[in-house]
């Protein structure tokens, strides 16, 4: 019944500085509901498809090296940040697509013993609580249901562009994580900007635009007077939550939005406190009547 | 008034060729004036190739034996001095379109790669994967875009000018506004595409191919030629005509009634569904009218039998086209097909310039008839035809137009056009737009289709007048000015009905059985009495007279045509 | 084993919502219901047509080719941008589990009737990225009695962008184009690198300027634009090749390029990246602002700001693989 499920976990780069502490907090989340992380130890940065920019190869080829240690684990590969997930996607349909490149990657990691086989499965924190916990145990484990909050529910753009690589769900109509809500209680709130990209990436190259876009998000689910916003992509929270002052100052707006990041969000619901959850750390401050 | 040196109707394939033909002129101002944005002309639907013998995969091919596949293809009813001019020049334009950055695929060698064709003798069609006229038309739009060239986008042409001997220009409704407006130009060339749409959704051609400006020309009272002839694909999809391209029987589908009986044994038993074009559409025509169609008159053409594997390696776009466009996947079971209508050999009439009988009018593509095609076009010839007489057209324009002064014209022809549309859109309480056109369609199928016969078509010829007076009450709903497209369909009927009945006269006058044109009742070519062009002009009383002219026959005497 | 062919096609009583709006009549967009019995087969197209054809000849919308080629039909079913012709209604009411799907037109352009929306704002972005080839005297032949020779590999460069029909699907579906009217768009840059990765060109230069000036460092690569693009030419993945052919090219002094340069340099060097350097590395000295902030954010909770760049374990390994494919750029073998 209640049997173990094994990741082997590729963290990315998003938990560093205050977020750090999404280690342990998605730690003890998923051991409530049996799941376990296994880190991959010898992992490299997915390169958030900058790499591309200056050599696609060099991309497939540290990707590959990350499937590979995973292979070599024989445990699926969780990763919860949605860049890494499209970005490592993005490589094995490459790789699966042109044998020729797959190969010279492979050459390429030779050299330190490694080989990428092409068996990898790839899985993301939706995945895992929608499909491998499966919605019905999450439900047994859900003791604080969190009824009556009016949630925005938020993907981000890479769990669902492009479409297919791992077939998981469709990518026009994703429900993994409204399933996922509507079992932790909450009231699931509809708003315009839904499909809309916070533009994290533009971070750096253009912050203006980043700030335009993430604030065009917040409002769509702000006008839908929701008490908060709840995301499953890690780098979306940073902008929604982290930038968010200066998102909608810039922007000439004037509210706060709490914003959670799907796991604290189960984890609330599975029965842990706000200081379990380090809710402080939270740039926009989340007091909820739980 | 708005004036152009020259006006350029269209901006398919011809249209955009010709009006590349001036992009270094400063003294001229050419415009373009298009029904739908240049990109989404029905050029860009050809898949399969053009064709020029540029010998890159058969050293031996020469434009030779280009023109006379070309000359046996139209079943000797080609003037054989305009073929030649086409297939000769081919090798020029097809580079030229090569130069401008068209993407050809290539051969290991890097040069532009050929496939084999339907009743070519070598492998001389140019493609790029199965988008060849997608790239061509692009291509010519980017060099448009590169050179300046004006356009009028989504602005219909209503009719044409002339004082009997000169062009004057032509009046036309922008869409977007619903205004008429009179446009000079000293010269115009038509390059509005086939009619294909005659048969309404029995056709692989676009919903606008609605052959506006032959029926304008018709209507102006030009000369327009082979009218009858009109080319039948066999492999249409049941809902929408789409092509289900040959490959799909090259890799060894079956036809199969919808008894589940392989008919081609019937027919041709050797070659069974690889049999030409003309006598596979004859075929699964004759499955229905003898009552062994599937539920709704469609006969099926089946993959299943090849299995998964074979239809994802070998046919992965046909079946992507199958399950998008009909919602049937080819591996899960048969793909309902009919013949289609498929390419308009006729058109206006020209010499080999493009011009018409009316000094700077021209015409050039689908919508113009020099011939090279005669009574059967093959396969890659016909985007070879419009680049060649586009080209041809634009050039001696441009001459012309440099020569000759404005023809004066008044605002007569506006105020009548405006009165037409506001009559029409009075209508409110006769036929709708869809049931005329749908029992056009119908009829023109049935009647008027891949078999005809004198009785049919006497019938067919009387019908038509009916649904023309049909039309004159014809009901619209929509009264808005601004982009009102149930007028536009309106204006588009009226010129499909008018060549309906052309084609219909036309095959009822030819008593013979020629590439497309077969008459159940005169089953054999006549080179005695018909190796003759059709020529039709609107008579006084307003239904069609029809003239013949000769033949040019240069090099090559009518022979039987085998394969 | 000859059997009768009965083929097996559903149908249902579907309610169809489409956005209206006629300028002249109409202060807002709203939406009418159609009911249409759907049946297996049918495209959204042939649904809107039956629409026109039996219970309202005034719904305004476009199509011409109806064969997925010409790009005219672009439309939003439930939200999403697809070609109306090519998109059967049957596995949407189906994916969707509703027997009611809506249809409006395209986002980020003005609506001009209905479903229509004027495409000449991206027209024009289109024709400032000089969208053409001009010809490269050293592989374009001065004659016409000759061709210029590009071999298939050369092709392949940019064949996969040749498929766009200009359909402005991708443009609707991106979010940066929403957030800055300023930015050109996925399938204009797509055609950029069309044209500036053909040997036969020798236009780079300015159309790279072109696409600078555009917003080549504008999007975001959320890659909706490689989902919604109904021929697969993904033109995110263009966008990351002309970046990086433009860094190539000589352009270093963009955000957009130092933050390349730093990932890529990060990476082989900790085996991830100096996030925390990333401000001024990007921005220059003003960027020491954003450090100081978020190094006071830390400390505000408490939490000491870190001196070690790799949190994962890989770094000893990066080098190799660089070395590697720079061994293998130099003799010319990398095969993506
Ligand atoms: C499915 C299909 C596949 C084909 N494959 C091949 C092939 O492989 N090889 C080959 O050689 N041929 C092929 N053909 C035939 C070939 O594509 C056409 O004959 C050719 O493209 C016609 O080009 P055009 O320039 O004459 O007209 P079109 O491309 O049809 O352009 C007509 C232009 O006229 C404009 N227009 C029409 N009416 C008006 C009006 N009233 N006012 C203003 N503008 C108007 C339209 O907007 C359009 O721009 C194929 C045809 C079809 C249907
Ligand atoms: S990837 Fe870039 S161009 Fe494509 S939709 Fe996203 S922001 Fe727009
Ligand atoms: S890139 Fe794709 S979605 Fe965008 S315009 Fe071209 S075909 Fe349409
Ligand atoms: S009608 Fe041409 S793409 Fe849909």
């Known amino acids: 019944m209640s049997e173990t499920i094994r990741y082997g976990f590729y963290s990315g780069c998003c938990f560093q500085g205050a977020d750090a502490r999404f280690f342990d907090i998605l730690k003890d989340v998923f051991a409530k509901v049996d799941v376990e992380l296994e880190l991959i130890e010898d992992a490299v940065c997915c390169g958030s498809g900058v790499i591309e920019e200056r050599s696609e190869l060099t991309s497939l080829a540290v990707n590959a090296k990350n499937m590979a240690h995973a292979e070599q684990m024989g445990l699926p590969l969780y990763t919860p940040c949605s860049t890494c997930y499209n970005v490592i996607s993005n490589a094995q349909k490459r790789m699966k697509e042109d044998p020729a490149v797959h190969a010279q990657v492979n050459e390429i990691l030779a050299e330190q013993g490694l080989e990428y086989k092409g068996t990898c499965k790839l899985t993301h924190t939706l995945w895992v609580f929608a499909q491998d916990v499966g919605l019905e145990k999450l439900k047994e484990r859900v003791t604080n249901p969190l009824t009556g909050l009016r949630v925005a529910s938020y993907y981000g753009c890479h769990t669902r562009n492009p479409a297919d690589i791992q077939g998981y769900e469709s990518a026009d109509n994703p429900t993994s994580l409204e399933d996922i809500l509507e079992v932790l209680g909450v009231q699931i709130v509809e708003y315009d900007t839904k499909d809309d990209c916070c533009g994290y990436h533009l971070a750096w190259p253009n912050n203006d635009l980043n700030m335009k876009m993430t604030s065009n998000v917040l409002e769509g689910a702000h006008t839908k007077d929701v008490d908060l916003m709840v995301t499953s992509c890690p780098l979306c929270f940073k902008s929604m939550d982290g930038t968010q002052a200066k998102a909608l100052a810039q922007t000439g707006k004037n509210f706060q939005l709490p914003v959670l990041f799907l796991p604290e969000l189960v984890g609330l619901a599975c029965g842990m406190t706000s200081e379990d959850m380090m809710l402080k750390y939270h740039g926009v401050p989340v007091n909820l009547r739980l | 008034m708005l004036t152009y040196d020259i006006l350029i109707v269209g901006s398919g394939g011809a249209g955009l060729y010709a009006a590349l033909e001036s992009r270094m002129e400063e003294d001229l101002q050419v415009g373009v004036l298009t029904k739908v944005y240049p990109t989404r002309s029905h050029t860009g639907a050809a898949q399969g190739g053009v064709n020029a013998a540029l010998a890159n995969l058969d050293p031996t091919d020469t434009w030779q034996d280009h023109w006379f596949d070309t000359v046996k293809g139209s079943d000797y009813l080609a003037d054989q001095d305009a073929a030649e001019i086409m297939t000769r020049e081919a090798p020029m334009v097809v580079r030229e379109m090569e130069h401008w950055g068209c993407p050809f695929s290539r051969t290991d060698e890097g040069k532009i790669a050929q496939r084999p064709f339907g009743g070519a003798s070598k492998p001389r069609a140019c493609f790029s994967a199965d988008k060849v006229g997608h790239v061509m038309l692009h291509t010519l739009y980017e060099q448009g875009i590169r050179h300046g060239v004006n356009f009028l986008n989504e602005w219909q042409v209503l009719s044409l000018m002339h004082d009997g001997q000169r062009c004057q220009g032509v009046t036309a409704i922008n869409t977007q ?178 011009q018409t009988p009316i000094e700077g009018i021209y015409a050039a593509g689908e919508a113009g008839c020099v011939s090279v095609h005669g009574a059967n076009r093959l396969g890659g010839n016909s985007l070879l035809d419009i680049l060649i007489f586009g080209r041809r057209a634009g050039k001696h324009a441009l001459e012309y137009a440099r020569n000759n002064s404005f023809t004066p014209v008044d605002t007569g022809q506006e105020e009548a056009d405006a009165k037409m549309i506001a009559s029409i859109m009075e209508g409110e309480s006769g036929a709708s737009i869809a049931d005329i056109r749908r029992s056009m369609g119908n009829l023109m199928a049935e009647k008027v289709g891949v078999y005809r016969n004198g009785k049919d078509l006497e019938s067919a010829v009387s019908e038509l007048a009916d649904l023309q007076e049909q039309f004159k009450m014809v009901r619209i709903q929509d009264k808005t000015k601004a982009f009102n497209t149930e007028l536009v369909a309106a204006l588009e009927l009226k010129n499909m009905l008018d060549l309906a009945e052309v084609v219909a006269v036309g095959a009822l006058e030819r008593n013979e059985s020629r590439g497309a044109h077969t008459r159940e009742d005169h089953p054999e070519r006549d080179d005695e009495n018909w190796l003759a062009h059709t020529m039709a002009t609107l008579g006084d009383d307003g239904r069609p007279k029809l003239d013949f002219s000769p033949v040019t026959i240069t090099e090559f005497e009518p022979k039987a045509r085998t394969y | 084993m000859i059997e009768k062919i009965t083929p097996v096609r559903k149908s249902i009583l579907a309610n169809i919502r489409i956005q209206r709006f006629t300028p002249s009549e109409h202060k807002s967009a709203y939406f009418d219901n159609f009911k249409v019995s759907v049946e297996t087969g049918m495209t959204v197209l042939e649904a809107l047509r039956l629409i026109k054809n039996t219970q309202d000849s005034s719904l305004t919308f476009r199509a011409f080719c109806r064969s997925k080629i010409c790009g005219s039909c672009a439309v939003r079913v439930n939200g999403k941008p697809v070609l109306a012709c090519s998109t059967q209604l049957m596995p949407i009411l189906e994916d969707f589990k509703k027997d009611s799907v809506s249809i409006q037109p395209l986002k980020n352009m003005p609506v001009l009737r209905d479903l229509v929306v004027d495409i000449e704002p991206v027209i024009e972005k289109l024709s400032k990225m000089h969208p053409y080839l001009m010809e490269n005297r050293e592989r374009i032949p001065e004659t016409l009695e000759e061709e210029s020779i590009m071999s298939k590999q050369e092709h392949s460069r940019f064949d996969y962008i040749t498929d766009c029909i200009l359909c402005g699907s991708c443009y609707s579906a991106c979010s940066a184009a929403s957030a800055d009217p300023n930015y050109a768009g996925p399938l204009t840059l797509g055609k950029a690198y069309r044209f500036s990765a053909d040997v036969r060109d020798s236009f780079q230069g300015e159309r790279m300027q072109a696409a600078v000036d555009q917003g080549l460092w504008s999007c975001a690569q959320c890659r909706k634009c490689i989902n919604v693009c109904p021929k697969d030419t993904r033109p995110a993945v263009s966008i990351q090749r002309m970046r990086k052919m433009s860094i190539d090219d000589g352009i270093h002094d963009t955000a957009g390029s130092r933050r390349a340069k730093a990932y890529t340099g990060d990476v082989a060097k900790y085996g991830q990246v100096n996030k925390p350097m990333l401000p001024v590395i990007v921005n220059g000295p003003k960027g020491w602002a954003a450090i100081e902030a978020a190094e006071n954010y830390l400390k505000k909770h408490g939490i000491e700001p870190t001196l070690q760049v790799c949190t994962l374990g890989g770094q000893s390994s990066t080098q190799k693989i660089y070395d590697k494919v720079k061994e293998l750029e130099a003799k010319g073998e990398n095969k993506t």
């Open chain 2, 177 to 354: 506004t619903g205004r008429v407006h009179t446009i000079q130009a000293k010269a115009v060339i038509l390059a509005t595409g086939g009619h294909g749409r005659i048969y309404w959704t029995r056709t692989s051609n676009a919903l606008g191919n609605t052959g506006d400006g032959t029926a304008i020309a018709y209507r102006a009272g030009l000369p327009i030629k082979d009218m009858e002839f009109i080319q039948f694909h066999p492999t249409g999809l049941r809902r929408t005509g789409i092509l289900v391209s040959e490959g799909a029987r090259g890799e060894g589908g079956f036809l199969l009634n919808g008894q589940g009986e392989r008919f081609m044994s019937r027919y041709a038993p050797e070659k069974m569904e690889l049999g030409p074009r003309d006598l596979v559409s004859r075929s699964c025509e004759t499955e229905v009218r003898e009552g062994r169609a599937g539920p709704e008159g469609e006969v099926f053409l089946d993959l299943t039998h090849l299995g998964r594997e074979r239809i994802l390696e070998r046919l992965p776009q046909i079946r992507e086209l199958c399950i998008e466009f009909e919602g049937v996947d080819p591996i899960e079971e048969p793909i309902p097909i009919k013949p289609t209508a498929h390419y308009s050999m006729g058109g206006i009439h020209t010499d080999l310039n493009g």
